[in-house]
């Protein structure tokens, strides 16, 4: 097993009438929400909308930033080996526009789901934040 890298991830969860927009990854057919590794030299608010477009075919205008997530639930040993410490720099979107396409690279499906029909198999790095922002709009609608 090679060393474990440390990757600072940006992405958004996509949402509306209470449901969370979820993508089935190609790598471990779990599901997540869409985002990706920030570039070096890249703003973080323009990767997460980056990613967003690149896998979903979404643009997003306004975004808020919910939370940034570290530490041991993100830590992650992807398919193919590579070992990685996520630190995830998480949005939420309810103001986007375009037409879903999936990225035949890294997406195998795009679905909208409803806050209480959270497919199980999720992808590890997700669940915190995921289910965080699922109790959070609970709590609030």
């Not at 474990?4 to 996509?14: F, K, N, P």
């Not at 927009?21 to 599901?31: E, V």
């Not at 030299?41 to 930033?65: F, Q």
């Not at 070992?83 to 986007?96: C, G, L, N, Q």
Request: proline share 5%; aromatic share 10%; charged share 25%.
């Amino acid at each position: 097993m090679g060393k474990t890298t440390q990757l600072c991830g940006a992405s958004i969860i996509i949402f509306k009438d209470e449901k969370i927009l979820l993508q089935q990854r190609k790598d471990n057919k779990c599901w997540g929400y869409p985002g990706g590794k920030i570039e070096v030299g890249e703003i973080v608010e323009d990767a997460a909308k980056r990613e967003i477009y690149e896998e979903t075919g979404l643009l997003v205008n306004s975004m808020n930033l919910f939370g940034v997530f570290s530490g041991p639930e993100l830590h992650h040993i992807y398919p193919d080996g590579n070992e990685v410490d996520i630190i995830d720099i998480v949005y939420t979107s309810d103001d986007f526009y375009g037409e879903l396409i999936a990225q035949e690279e890294e997406v195998d499906d795009l679905k909208w789901f409803h806050y209480n029909n959270i497919p199980m198999d999720l992808s590890p790095p997700i669940r915190t934040p995921l289910l965080k922002f699922i109790v959070q709009h609970y709590k609030n609608n």
